[in-house]
């Protein structure tokens, strides 16, 4: 035993007061790279002040609080930069939640603006604010005075409202005349393999009949929810059991008789899961200094990770989940089937019996994993 | 010969790799339920469409193809002892799927170390 000096006590103090107030996990929760977490309080806020130029609607009031305004439309589609950007500023402004009077503080989040969302981008929305509003023990409260009705039917179908315990208000689910019909979403952890299940069960409740092929797009999602257990919150990130979720939900349009289903996890990203000792990873770390081949980087490998069933294992016997995902689409033989994993898209499509397969990079990252399978009933 | 239902006798969510993945994996389905059977040297009868929804690779690769892996028993004498039944058409895919994972795994090329030791 040693007694120890007054200085050190102090250090003490001060890490356990910081391990309290959950910094030991702020560095590594998810989807983001670390490096990108770790960043010091002037970069989030010179990220903020340098995208606020850009296309992210922020009021900032006294003593550095944030507003921030969702756009008129949201989805990852026709709208990827402005929608990643939203989400992404909730991402970073919560993280920095603890980090002094010196950063940006995240006080609002305000949906006045939005008048249309997917049903993939209303799912990675409300995880994202599920995450916030964790990381503030649940002290979120819902203000949807002037929110456009089509938009709140929209949310109160997925099951937003529900997320918030400081919540006292009552909603009409009348409300609003869209013909999208939202699957309440379903939040899973590693291992709840049984919640497939629920989702088909709420799907033929909205359709009333059942999904021809269903049991290939059960199939896909058991294997995403095993991707997950294996790969997207891996211990060396020192998730806490809390962040290892996953969402799910599904959506039925009655006028174009689309169905889509939804899966995002909050994890590091399918490219940054994947073995970096390989050939050709090799080969783009060694050309990584030449920007467009680094832009495109998880875009190449979220290909590569698809098309030829790698993993991050190395073992021959693994890495086929990715093609599981497949299956539903082309067994179908129409529809789609797109994963956005960091900055990175990989889409497979059928119309009429031709395949086309299409990647894509992007500047601003999903944080994490998003699957859509997309399907169009003519039966 | 013996037979098993899958969704009945094993668990009407199979899903998942390892015992980790959660309740009803390939890990626990191999060493549970094929594997006593196959070491009594009886044939087996294997329901996959009795209550179950579909499956992934996961579990069809550690359920079916880890008996080569681990040195159980060999690709032949595995496919010569199993009969795979659906009424299902749908099913027929997995059917074909079982018999590629088996036809493809390396026999005794991996020493089993159970993931929930």
């Known amino acids: 035993m040693k007694k120890i000096t007054r200085r050190q006590r102090h250090r003490d103090i001060r890490h356990g007061i910081l391990i309290r107030r959950g910094h030991h996990l ?38 550095k609080r944030i507003t921030l ?25 919560s993280n920095s939640r603890k980090s002094g009077n010196k950063s940006y503080r995240l006080v609002s989040v305000n949906f006045d603006n939005l008048r ?46 529900e997320l918030f315990r400081n919540s006292s208000l009552v909603y009409d689910k009348s409300e609003g005349s869209s013909p999208i019909n939202l699957v309440k979403y379903i939040k899973g952890q590693c291992g709840d393999n049984s919640k497939p299940r629920v989702l088909k069960e709420k799907i033929i409740e909205i359709i009333g009949e059942k999904v021809c092929k269903w049991n290939f797009l059960h199939g896909g999602l058991t294997e995403a929810i095993t991707n997950v257990s294996h790969h997207a919150y891996p211990n060396s990130h020192e998730f806490s059991k809390e962040d290892k979720n996953w969402y799910l939900t599904g959506s039925y349009n009655d006028a174009t008789k689309e169905l889509k289903i939804v899966f995002y996890d909050q994890g590091i990203g399918i490219p940054k899961s994947l073995p970096a000792s390989d050939i050709w990873e090799k080969v783009l770390s060694v050309l990584s200094g030449i920007s467009s081949v680094e832009r495109k980087r998880d875009e190449v490998l979220l290909k590569a990770a698809v098309e030829l069933e790698r993993t991050s294992t190395k073992q021959s016997d693994r890495g086929k989940g990715l093609q599981d995902l497949l299956e539903f689409i082309r067994q179908r033989k129409d529809g789609y089937l797109s994963i956005l994993s960091l900055k990175g898209l990989f889409k497979y499509s059928i119309s009429n019996g031709k395949e086309e397969i299409k990647t894509e990079h992007f500047d601003q990252p999903v944080c994490g994993t998003l699957i859509i399978w997309s399907a169009t009933l003519h039966e | 010969m013996k037979r098993i239902s899958v969704g009945k006798d094993f668990s009407p969510d199979p899903a998942g790799r390892y015992r980790t993945d959660g309740e009803g994996s390939g890990e626990a389905f191999r060493e549970d339920c094929l594997r006593p059977i196959l070491d009594t040297g009886e044939k087996i009868e294997i329901v996959i469409d009795d209550g179950v929804e579909g499956y992934g690779s996961s579990f069809l690769v550690e359920g079916f193809a880890g008996l080569v892996k681990y040195g159980y028993i060999t690709n032949e004498e595995l496919l010569s002892r199993i009969e795979i039944l659906y009424t299902d058409d749908d099913f027929e895919f997995y059917k074909i799927k079982i018999i590629e994972y088996i036809k493809q795994a390396k026999y005794s090329s991996q020493k089993y170390i159970g993931s929930s030791e």
């Not at chain 1, 490096?35 to 010179?46: A, D, G, H, V, Y």
């Not at chain 1, 993939?120 to 649940?138: G, N």
């Open chain 1, 26 to 63: 702020r560095k590594h929760c998810g989807g983001v790279s670390s490096r990108q977490e770790e960043r010091p309080i002037s970069s989030i806020n010179s990220w903020i002040d340098n995208y606020k130029k850009k296309h992210l609607n922020a009021t900032i009031a006294k003593r």
């Open chain 1, 69 to 93: 305004h969702l756009p008129e439309e949201m989805n990852f589609c026709d709208n990827y930069e402005v929608t990643v950007l939203h989400i992404l500023a909730i991402r970073k402004l």
């Open chain 1, 116 to 161: 249309t969302i997917s049903t993939s981008a209303a799912l990675v929305l409300t995880a994202e604010l599920s995450k916030w509003d964790d990381a503030i023990r649940q002290q979120l409260k819902p203000m949807i005075d002037n929110w456009d009705a089509e938009i709140l039917k929209q949310f109160i179908d997925l099951g937003f409202f």
